[in-house]
Every structure is written in C-alpha cells, then in structure tokens.
C-alpha cells in the first residue's frame, strides 16, 4: 500500500532532524507547513534560504496550541504530520522534566486530539530507541523489546508513543512510529555529543567524558533517517512501528577518538594535541549503558538500508562544523528566536555537572555549505 502524501505538517521543523527533513522532502511535496517554538534548539537560520520558497511555509507556535494546529490542517489540506517537535537533550530532562511533560507528552496529545477532526490525515511520530531503556553487553532492540525508559527525556517519549497508539486504537487514527538511534550531522545544536566534541577540540577546551566513557551508542546519519521516515510515511502499515538503526556501535570515548582522528585530518592538528583535551567527569545519573537497534523490519518490509558509512557522513559533519565555529562574530542564529520562558535551565545537580556549553553563532558560509550538500540545485 502507498500513501499519497503531498502536502505535510511539519512539527520541530527549525530543529536538528526536522530542518533536514524538510530540506529533503520540499521537493518532493506540494507544500510542507513548518511548525515550531523556536525554543533555545530552534534554529530559523537552517532554513533561511528556503524561507521564501513557494511551497513552504513557517509558523512559529506551540503544538499544545490545538486551535493553532486545527486552523493549519484546516487551511492548508494536509495529507500528514511528521512530529519531530521535542525537547531532546537527556541531560536538560535530569535538571527539570517538566519541560519535557509539556512538549514531548501533553504537546502530541495535543496534535492527537486536533487530528480527531481530520482522521484522514496520517501522523507519523518521531521516537527514540531510548524507550527502550539499557542493554547490557549483548543483544538488541526490536519493535518487541518492552519500554523501559530509564530517563525524564525517555520517559516522556514512551508516554507519548503510548499515546499515539491509544488514539489509533480508540478513534481509528492512521498512524506510524519509528524509534531511531542516535542521529548525527550538520546543524545539530553545540550542547549535543558530537558536536559538543568538535567544539571543544576545536577551541582547544578540555573536553568532558561521562564516567569511563565506556557507553555504547549506535549511530545514524541523518540523513538515513529521514529516508527511513520518508519510507514508513508512504509505505508504512497502520499502527505499525519501525526500528531505525545504522549498525555502527561505539563507546563515547571511541566516538571521540574518531573525530578527533578524522578532524586532525582536516585540521593538521596532531591527534595526541585533541587526546590530551580529555578529561572523564563524575557519570550522568541513571546512564544508559548500550543501545542497539535490530533494523530488520524497515529493511525487509520497506527495503530501506542505511547509506552513509559512518567516516563519510563524519567527515561531512567536521566540514560542516569547522565553518560552522569558525567565525565567532557571524550573527547569533538563536539571539531573536529564544523565549527565555523556553529556555530550561540546567546547573549541578549533586556531583555531577551537565557540563552544557553556551551557544556558538553559525558561520554564513556553513549554511551556505549545508544547504547545497542537502539540495545540489541551490
Ligand atoms: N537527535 C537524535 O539523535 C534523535 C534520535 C532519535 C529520535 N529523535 C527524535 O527526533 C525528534 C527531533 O530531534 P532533534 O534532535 O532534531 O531535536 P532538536 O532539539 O534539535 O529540535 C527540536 C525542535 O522542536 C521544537 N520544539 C520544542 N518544543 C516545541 C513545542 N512545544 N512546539 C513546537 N515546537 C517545539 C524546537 O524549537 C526545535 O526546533 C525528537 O522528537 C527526538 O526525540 C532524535
């Protein structure tokens, strides 16, 4: 079975995936309608040159704004939502988790109860592998793994995956779910592992590793993911939900000695200079040990397969962010788009410290870098 979808709501549209989902999927539809806060992570100047293009359009809001969300489906003759909108960052949920009640929970009931309305249009839910809680040494998650979130973040994601799956059974509402690992690219924001390393390397600056460092990760380029989200939108069985995986298994401390291998490449820097830059700080509360993903069901039933090797989507993404900290003075991207009511606040927590460092302004001409890697006709 294929969906007709042409005409998409956007959710989290201004943040990390979101940005590059529309980026990927403007050409391929007749409209898509972003919505988003504009919270500290929103970040309008991803898309700054799609700004003016005639099949997009941006609308700053809540997602807990229901007449909001009713008038666009309404107005617009949508086909879909894709709801990335979310507050993201694990260490932002262990200092304060109501934050992320209110946008990852009562925000999609929110679009769930607007959608009661327009039951033809489909909804897909961005969720995360980290429903699933912490493996050991061993094995993996598949779609059947039971929901075992250990943290405020991923907590707050599986209520809002049970939700979906309550408003598809009770009100007969088309939906999908994915649960993808972790994501990395151009344009994540700088409090985030990999870019949070390239920074600090960059500027020299001693860079702190969670406990042993030992914790496993399996990462995905981004751009997969939105491949994976563009397959299940048009292909993906009602009520169904999908694990989307690379199968490329690190350490934190592997993670950062790769970039630093693949950044000494492209800065001369010798590798030992970036080493000496770590330092292992008192672990995060509750720390997830390993994730893995089993992607066999997306790959056999939709045929998607992750593309991007993991050094080659790397070295994109040190391109990206070598210009993207280069120039200090460009013009902050968050600076007129940050309601400080939005902004969680988060400070020491005991003995462990989240360690977030401020926002850097973007360079003119990373953007200008990201946008013809993601769209070769600009
Ligand atoms: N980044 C990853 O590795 C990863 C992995 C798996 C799943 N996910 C999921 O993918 C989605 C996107 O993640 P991301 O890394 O791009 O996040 P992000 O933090 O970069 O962006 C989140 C966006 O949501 C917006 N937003 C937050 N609250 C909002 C609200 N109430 N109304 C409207 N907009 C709001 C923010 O302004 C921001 O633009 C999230 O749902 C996340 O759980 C992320």
């Keep these: 079975m294929q969906r007709k979808i042409e005409r998409i709501l956007v959710t989290g549209g201004a943040g990390f995936i979101g940005s590059a989902f529309i980026r990927f ?49 309404k107005e617009e003759g949508l086909d879909a939502i894709v709801h990335f909108a979310a507050e993201t960052h694990v260490d932002r949920s262990i200092a304060s988790a109501r934050p992320f009640l209110e946008a990852n929970v009562l925000g999609t ?20 592998d980290e429903v699933y809680g912490s493996l050991g040494e061993s094995g993996v998650f598949c779609e059947e793994s039971l929901y075992c979130p250990n943290s405020p973040y991923s907590a707050s994601k599986a209520a809002s995956d049970h939700f979906v799956r309550a408003f598809a059974h009770t009100y007969g509402l ?12 151009a344009g994540q924001f700088s409090e985030k592992f990999i870019p949070k390393t390239l920074s600090q390397c960059l500027a020299g600056e001693p860079l702190s590793i969670y406990g042993t460092g030992k914790n ?32 490329s298994e690190l350490s ?7 970039l630093m291998d693949l950044l000494a490449e492209q800065t001369g820097v010798g590798i030992e200079t970036y080493r000496s830059l770590i330092r292992f ?12 993903i089993d992607a066999s069901k997306i790959e056999k039933t939709l045929g998607w397969r992750p593309r991007v090797g993991l050094d080659e989507g790397l070295r994109e993404t040190i391109r990206f962010y070598i ?28 003995k462990y410290s989240t360690e977030l460092h401020e926002f850097k302004p973007i360079a003119d001409q990373s953007i200008a870098c990201f946008a013809k890697r993601t769209n070769p006709a600009l």
């Excluded at 700054?48 to 809001?61: C, K, M």
């Excluded at 009931?109 to 995360?128: D, M, N």
């Design 252 to 258: 934190n401390l592997a993670m950062a000695h790769r």
């Design 323 to 350: 210009d993207f900290f280069k120039d200090q003075s460009a013009i902050g991207l968050n600076s007129c788009n940050v309601p400080s009511d939005k902004v969680s606040s988060v400070g020491e927590t005991g």
């Design 281 to 292: 700080v008192s672990d995060r509360p509750g720390h997830d040990f390993r994730y893995a």
């Design 109 to 128: 009931v929110a679009l769930l109860e607007a959608l009661r309305k327009f039951p033809s249009i489909h909804f897909h839910h961005v969720s995360t």
């Design 216 to 247: 496993v990760r399996d990462w995905l380029y981004v751009d997969d993911h939105l491949e994976a989200i563009w397959a299940i939108l048009h292909k993906g069985e009602r009520g169904e939900s999908y694990n989307i995986g690379g199968g």
């Design 25 to 73: 999927a403007l050409p391929l539809c007749q409209k898509i309608v972003n919505l988003d806060l504009l919270t500290y992570a929103g970040n309008l100047r991803l898309l700054e040159d799609l700004a003016n293009h005639p099949s997009y359009r941006f609308v700053q809001g809540d997602i807990n704004d229901q007449p909001l969300v009713e008038s666009l489906l």
């Design 174 to 185: 088309s939906t999908t779910l994915s649960h993808c690992s972790n994501n990395f690219g």
